[in-house]
């Protein structure tokens, strides 16, 4: 009888429905390839997908695009920068050592083009704090808004005046200027004499809108086709996989998990080539780098939601596997699969709550793709309760409950036999050793509800 105790293989604590690797039908060649090319393509395709919906939602997005440049208004380094061109705007289109020279006595008319120097300093510092007030905020963030509506129409074709008239998408920041120049106390006779051309900063030329108009219709085609194309191919993968569906499965998780590290690595591969490119002086890199950090957010947001999105996919597809591990974790969890199903998806609804409560990444406060996340907890839940319902049909909270006992009473019991316990080594008690053992294969599944009621009658009749 003692033969049928052996230390089991990962092959006997295996779910009895589930074959091991070892064991796992071998597929024909060509059905090998295939899979690995559509999952490696598939990838590919996702990363690419990934940056396609970024610029489809930063650029052709007025809402994002204006949010951006608020965010952009907040930093020290791009408000600095922007306090620099204003007040250079200042400069080029008032004659402010003029104003200055007037309003001094006849002696002191010589010190205007110093005072009108020094006065500078002190402008940027005011604009600077300008910039951080509502009013003034809230120009910039009509400004940019404009500005975008004007780019969006004209990468649709909704806009024939920059072709017909060969003006430039500019954004127009001279109401902000206006708004300066008051604040530093010049008179509103010049401040009106400001051009209306001041204060503008080029966005697009004429020459340049073919180009835009062919590429935003590829990137809005593209954001949406890419990632659809994607996920059709990571469904065929695991639909060809037959018998090796759950390993499948849990390459397409991986997968996932890559594509957004990807995306993510290249996001700041790229962004060093761009701040360069940007940036030419060290005084100007901080408000590049800073620029491109958060022009780039909704990038690093959608790869994140990559990664967790396959996070969750490697973890079903471990937890439906024949680890020691997952048997145990299916066969504790059993009984109120099977049995309880109010309680499993209950667990499972707190935690999405939880998970959306929590908002690690923007899809989790969006309704679309958190009804998308409720389905696939669902369908996830319901699979589990089936395959538990297969795998341990007999199983009961009172067989997991006397499994757990077991369990404390090897560890008390390993510990008094340890070099701690200050009493020497405790005498060894064959019966209880035998019961432990027989506990043990029976949680880890090696042996089935009757097996084990028989191995225990029999050892305890010996």
Do not use: C
Request: overall charge positive; proline content about 6%; cysteine-free.
């Amino acid at each position: 009888m003692w033969h049928d105790l052996r230390r089991p293989t990962v092959d006997a604590v295996a779910e009895p429905d589930t074959p091991t690797p070892e064991h796992l039908p071998r597929l024909p060649r060509g059905r090998r390839y295939a899979i690995r090319a559509l999952l490696a393509v598939a990838t590919i395709l996702l990363v690419l997908g990934i940056f396609a919906v970024w610029a489809n939602r930063q650029v052709l997005n007025a809402d994002n695009w204006s949010e951006t440049s608020t965010q952009l208004l907040e930093n020290t380094a791009v408000r600095t920068q922007v306090s620099g061109f204003l007040v250079d705007q200042l400069y080029a289109n008032v004659n402010v050592a003029a104003e200055v020279q007037a309003a001094l006595p006849p002696r002191l008319k010589p010190l205007a083009a110093p005072a009108a120097g020094g006065l500078r300093n002190f402008a940027q510092q005011a604009t600077d704090r300008a910039l951080q007030r509502p009013r003034v905020q809230e120009f910039w963030r009509a400004a940019n808004r404009a500005t975008a509506e004007q780019f969006i129409n004209i990468a649709e074709g909704n806009s024939k005046a920059i072709t017909s008239s060969g003006n430039a998408v500019v954004l127009d920041l001279r109401v902000v200027l206006t708004d300066i120049a008051a604040r530093l106390g010049l008179p509103s006779s010049l401040v009106a004499k400001i051009p209306p051309g001041a204060g503008r900063i080029k966005i697009l030329t004429s020459n340049q809108v073919g180009t835009l108009q062919d590429g935003a219709s590829a990137l809005k085609g593209l954001a949406l086709v890419l990632p659809a194309i994607a996920f059709l191919m990571f469904v065929a993968a695991v639909y060809l996989a037959e018998g090796r569906r759950r390993r499948t499965l849990m390459w397409v998780g991986f997968d996932l998990v890559l594509a957004g590290a990807a995306a993510l690595v290249a996001r700041n591969v790229i962004g060093s080539s761009v701040v360069n490119s940007l940036a030419k002086t060290e005084a100007a890199r901080p408000a590049a780098e800073a620029v491109w950090s958060i022009g780039t957010r909704i990038l690093r947001d959608v790869g994140q939601a990559v990664i967790i999105t396959g996070l969750p996919v490697l973890f079903a597809a471990w937890l439906a596997g024949p680890t020691r591990p997952a048997v145990a974790a299916r066969r504790a969890a059993a009984p109120w699969l099977r049995e309880r199903p109010d309680i499993a998806y209950g667990v499972a609804g707190v935690v999405l709550v939880l998970i959306v409560w929590w908002g690690p990444i923007p899809a989790t406060r969006k309704p679309i793709p958190v009804l998308i996340m409720v389905g696939l907890v669902m369908l996830g839940v319901h699979a589990l309760r089936r395959q538990t319902a297969e795998e341990f049909p007999d199983v009961t909270a009172a067989t997991v409950g006397a499994g757990v006992k077991a369990r404390m009473v090897r560890a008390r019991s390993a510990v008094g036999r340890g070099p701690a316990a200050g009493n020497g080594a405790r005498p060894a008690d064959p019966l209880l050793e035998r019961l432990e053992r027989l506990s043990e294969l029976h949680d880890r599944g090696a042996l089935t509800d009757a097996e084990y009621a028989a191995e225990k009658a029999a050892a305890l009749k010996a």
